[in-house]
C-alpha cells in the first residue's frame, strides 16, 4: 500500500474541481483503481474541459498511467466514475473509443512493417477511408519529420522515432480527445521541441489533450492547465501561472517542492 499524502489544501472534493456547463470532455469521480496491495489511483476527482490541453503532472508512480488507461478503458475502474465525451467508459466504451486516441507510455509499432504501413493499419481498423487514411498519413509524417523514413522497417528505428510513430496512430482517426502518455521520453531536445510544437498546435485544432509527463517544463509550457498528482491524489491543480504565483515559486518543480518537500522527478 502507498502512502497517503498529508497535503492540506489538495483540491480533492468534487465541488473544488467541478464546474458543470456541458463543456466538460472529461469528468472523473472519486476514482479509485486498486492493484492487489497497490492504490496507483486513490480517489481522483477531475474535470478537463473541451478543448483543453491538460497536463497531467507527477513522479514515478504516481498514478498517471493507470488513470490515462482507465479513461481509455484499458482498465476497468475499482471504483468511482470516469465519463469521457459524455460516455461512462464503464456503461458506453464503444462510443468512447470512437471518440478517443491514444498515445501510450510504452511504444508499440510492428517492426517488420514501415511506418506508412503500420499507420494504415490503425486507419482501418477505424473503418477509415483509403483516401482519408493517405491524406493524414501525409500530413502528420511531415508535421513530425518522419517523412522521409516513413518507407523504412520501423526496427531500425530510435525510440523518439518510434513515439512520434506512435502520436500518428493515435491521431490518425482526428479524434476529438487524445490521450499522450509520455510523448517526449527518449527524444533529443531538438525532436522534443519541435514535438511539444506539434502537441501545441492541437489546441488550434480545438483538440482536448491529456498529456502526462514528468518533464516540468514541457506541461509547463504547453499546458493551459496541469494537475499535479502524488500517490494517487490530486494535489494541485490550476492554469501553470496561477500555481506558480500560489506557492510562490519559479516553476511547477519547485510547487510540487513545496507542497511535499521532495522533488517531482526522485527516482526517475
Ligand atoms: N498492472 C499493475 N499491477 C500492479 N501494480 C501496478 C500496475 N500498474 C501500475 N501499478 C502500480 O501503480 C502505481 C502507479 O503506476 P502508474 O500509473 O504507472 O504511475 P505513473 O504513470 O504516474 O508513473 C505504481 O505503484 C505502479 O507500480
Ligand atoms: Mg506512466
Not at 493507470?66 to 469521457?84: D, E, F, Q, R, Y
Amino acid at each position: 500500500m502507498l502512502a497517503k499524502s498529508n497535503i492540506k489544501d489538495k483540491p480533492q472534493k468534487p465541488e473544488d474541481v467541478f464546474n458543470p456547463d456541458n463543456n466538460s470532455a472529461i469528468i472523473i469521480k472519486d476514482l479509485v483503481k486498486q492493484f492487489e496491495d497497490v492504490t496507483a489511483v486513490n480517489g481522483l476527482n477531475l474535470e478537463i474541459k473541451k478543448g483543453e490541453l491538460f497536463g497531467l503532472l507527477g513522479p514515478n508512480g504516481a498514478g498517471k498511467t493507470t488513470t490515462i488507461n482507465v479513461l481509455c478503458g484499458l482498465l476497468k475502474p475499482t471504483k468511482g466514475t470516469a465519463i469521457v465525451g459524455g460516455y461512462d467508459v464503464r456503461k458506453n466504451l464503444k462510443k468512447v473509443k470512437e471518440l478517443i486516441g491514444v498515445c501510450p507510455q510504452e511504444p508499440a509499432v510492428f517492426k517488420f512493417l514501415n511506418a506508412r504501413e503500420n499507420i494504415e493499419l490503425f486507419g482501418n481498423l477505424h473503418a477509415m477511408p483509403k483516401k482519408k487514411i493517405k491524406e493524414r498519413t501525409d500530413k502528420l509524417l511531415e508535421l513530425l519529420d518522419l517523412t522521409e523514413a516513413s518507407k523504412r522497417k520501423t526496427k531500425g528505428y530510435s525510440g523518439g522515432m518510434r513515439r512520434k510513430l506512435n502520436m500518428i496512430i493515435a491521431l490518425i482517426s482526428d479524434p476529438e480527445i487524445a490521450f499522450l502518455d509520455e510523448p517526449t521520453v527518449g527524444m533529443d531536445p531538438r525532436v522534443r521541441r519541435s514535438t511539444w510544437e506539434f502537441i501545441g498546435s492541437l489546441k488550434n485544432q480545438n483538440k482536448t489533450v491529456i498529456l502526462t509527463t514528468h518533464y516540468i517544463e514541457e506541461a509547463e509550457a504547453l499546458s493551459d492547465r496541469v494537475g499535479i498528482i502524488d500517490y494517487g491524489e490530486l494535489i494541485a491543480l490550476g492554469p501553470p501561472k496561477e500555481l506558480m504565483e500560489k506557492y510562490e515559486s519559479k516553476n511547477l518543480e519547485e510547487v510540487f517542492m513545496k507542497i511535499t518537500g521532495r522533488r517531482i522527478v526522485e527516482g526517475i
